[in-house]
């Protein structure tokens, strides 16, 4: 009884994502809009719902995507593996998620760290074109609420709650902090440096 409930929601959920890809790929809206327009959507079938406009519209997205409420992915050309959940209220900009990765609550990852050139003193800030880069995130990762990810995370490390990660540490990391900082490395694997 249980998996054919599910099987009529997601059912249901899949016909409602048509709507929007529709708006994305036919009618040419913004892809953040859209996603904005989605992410409110509560409970199971709100998941059901962001899986598969995300699995039909992404460059790639992976088996058993969980895409919580008032989460939201910019960019169409983002890479998502298998068995990842993007917890509630984060925001997702260029970037490729490996396998098995989870953003906890408000994580925001970033296109990059320099979206606005702060040397020209002409443009106003709205106007400047900065660098965005695609940031990659390994397999196996685990980062906690309120990171800010603006660099790329080794495969089968953690990201501290809060942590501001601009640099890029070995796999097996533990970090955390502003900016982020080597705490430990995970399992006893052995590190060249701490720090």
């Known amino acids: 009884m249980k998996a054919a409930l599910k099987t009529v929601l997601f059912g249901m959920a899949f016909l409602h994502s048509v709507f929007y890809i529709v708006l994305y790929k036919v009618f040419k809206v913004r892809y953040a809009a859209v996603a904005t327009m989605i992410a409110p959507i ?15 519209t992404l460059a790639r997205c992976g088996r058993n995507l969980q895409v919580g409420y008032g989460a939201f992915i910019v960019y169409s050309d983002v890479e998502i593996g298998d068995n990842c959940a993007i917890e509630e209220y984060c925001i997702i900009s260029k970037c490729r998620i490996g396998d ?6 408000r994580c925001s990852v970033m296109s990059g760290g320099n979206h606005h050139d ?3 003193l002409q443009t106003p800030f709205r106007y400047s074109n900065g660098e965005l880069r695609r940031v990659i995130l390994g397999d196996n990762l685990w980062i906690g609420t309120h990171a800010v990810i603006m660099n ?5 490390s953690v990201v501290g709650a809060g942590a501001v990660v601009t640099r890029v540490f070995e796999p097996y990391s533990v970090i955390g902090g502003v900016p982020a900082k080597l705490i430990r490395k995970r399992g006893g694997v052995p590190s060249e440096t701490l720090g």
């Open 42 to 56: 509560s409970g199971r079938y709100g998941m059901y719902v962001r899986e598969s406009y995300y699995k039909h």
């Open 100 to 105: 098995n990765v989870i953003l906890s609550a």
């Open 118 to 120: 702060v040397d020209d």
């Open 152 to 156: 790329d995370v080794s495969s089968h």
